[in-house]
């Protein structure tokens, strides 16, 4: 075995996490090593991006680079099949105005962009390198070390000492799964199925023009996101109960779903499919604790929550930060370290908790009366819309706005339930709270 390669920091995963931190690391002095299992561009979905996710290009340095690459997106609507009506939400309205807009980027691209800026910062990054083995210092002492055993494409091996090792790995969850402290989240238990296409109708103009659209149906919901050189992004995110109903191939599946839609399908009669149908498991987890002696978790590789609010990148970036800052400060202060770690923790499962109850309830028809015809009493309309936007920071005012939210949403729920139990008794059919209740 060759004598280990020391260093700071080694991030494993090179997405917007990993590159995320190695930059931010490497700019600090550090002396890091990125590993990248796969070889950029590639694809991957999660093509939204959200304003929170501008102010952290300014501080990589790489704001001009995004939007080149990118389709201005000023907010986002919500269209119901149910109604056929929309109502659209323009980041500019939100309670904080620092940052009022984002960007509709290709994964391929963007994920690459992130990853050279990480090379340009300073990092020595490695791609085709798959990590196969961390072994965890047994003590606690500032000069410990993690021992890392990473494979390349042609078989070729690599070993490094780091005295910090970040876990970027994404959906992978490496530690998470050696470790067995990853649990998966039954509450929302959804798969996604989509494309890229090109001549779907625009719906927004105007000052939103640009923006992403999302079609509510009665078993999921549809996200359309336009790219650049007039092509779009669509794919349909549905529970178990809608993906059992799939017969023939993956590409009849997503059209059938498209044409049932009422909203959609009117968009789509001259599209014209331009990519792979593909699909993936938006199985939602989280790590019951995201860090230990001289490792953390960060972006995916901690959680993962359904994409309905565009949350995915912003999380993972903003973890990418906060696993950057801890990983500084615990090289220098092991003990500080360790308190910074568990803030930050603290600080994203909140943000998490904030989105999963209004993902929970997405399909409940109240929520969804409520989202089609928001209402700003207490601000609650700047409220949801500063949510939309990704703001993790819970002031006073929003807090106020959310609570009036969820109050609001409550009172609706327990008034419906009492109006319909009566109908429901004489039916024999009660239904759960996840249950299509409807508004009278």
């Excluded at 017969?247 to 009422?262: K, N, P, T, V």
Aim: glycine fraction near 8%; charge should be positive.
């Amino acid at each position: 075995m060759d004598a280990p390669v020391s260093c700071d920091v080694l991030v494993i995963g090179g997405g917007p996490a990993g590159s995320t931190a190695a930059a931010l690391l490497a700019k600090d002095g550090r002396d890091v090593v990125l590993l990248e299992k796969d070889a950029h561009p590639r694809f991957h979905i999660g093509e939204s991006l959200l304003p929170c996710n501008v102010a952290i290009f300014e501080r990589l340095g790489i704001h001009d680079a995004i939007r080149a690459m990118g389709v201005f997106k000023p907010g986002a609507e919500f269209i119901s099949d149910e109604t056929g009506e929309g109502v659209a939400f323009n980041f500019a309205t939100g309670i904080d105005r620092n940052f009022t807009y984002s960007y509709q980027v290709r994964r391929s691209q963007f994920d690459a962009a992130l990853f050279d800026n990480a090379q340009r910062s300073g990092a020595q990054a490695m791609e085709r390198t798959h990590v196969v083995e961390v072994v965890l210092p047994k003590d606690h002492s500032h000069t410990s070390r993690a021992h890392v055993i990473a494979r390349q494409e042609d078989g070729t091996l690599h070993f490094f000492a780091p005295r910090f090792v970040l876990d970027a790995s994404g959906r992978d969850t490496f530690m998470a799964n050696r470790l067995r402290n990853k649990k998966t989240d039954k509450r929302n238990n959804t798969a996604a199925i989509y494309g890229h296409f090109r001549h779907v109708k625009c719906r927004a103009e105007g000052d939103m023009a640009g923006c992403i659209s999302v079609h509510l149906t009665q078993d999921g919901w549809f996200w359309v996101i336009p790219l650049q050189h007039e092509t779009v992004s669509v794919g349909f995110v549905g529970t178990q109960a809608a993906f059992k109903t799939r017969h023939g191939s993956l590409q009849d599946f997503l059209f059938d779903r498209i044409r049932q839609s009422r909203t959609l399908s009117e968009r789509m009669q001259e599209a014209e499919l331009v990519s792979e149908v593909m699909t993936a498991g938006n199985y939602s987890y989280r790590v019951r604790g995201s860090w230990g002696e001289g490792y953390m978790m960060i972006g995916d590789a901690f959680a993962f929550i359904d994409p309905l609010f565009s949350s995915g990148v912003m999380l993972a970036m903003t973890g990418g930060e906060l696993g950057a800052e801890v990983a500084h400060v615990w090289l220098d202060d092991p003990a500080a370290g360790r308190k910074l770690a568990l803030r930050s923790e603290r600080r994203l499962c909140r943000a998490m908790d904030r989105l999963c109850w209004l993902i929970y309830r997405i399909n409940n028809p109240v929520l969804r009366s409520m989202l089609m015809a928001p209402r700003n009493v207490f601000r609650m309309r700047d409220g949801l819309v500063s949510l939309l936007s990704g703001n993790l920071d819970f002031r006073r005012e929003f807090r106020i706005a959310v609570l009036a939210f969820r109050t609001i949403y409550y009172l609706l729920f327990v008034a419906n339930r009492l109006v319909l139990r009566p109908r429901q008794v004489s039916s024999g059919a009660i239904e759960g709270s996840t249950g299509r209740l409807g508004l009278t």
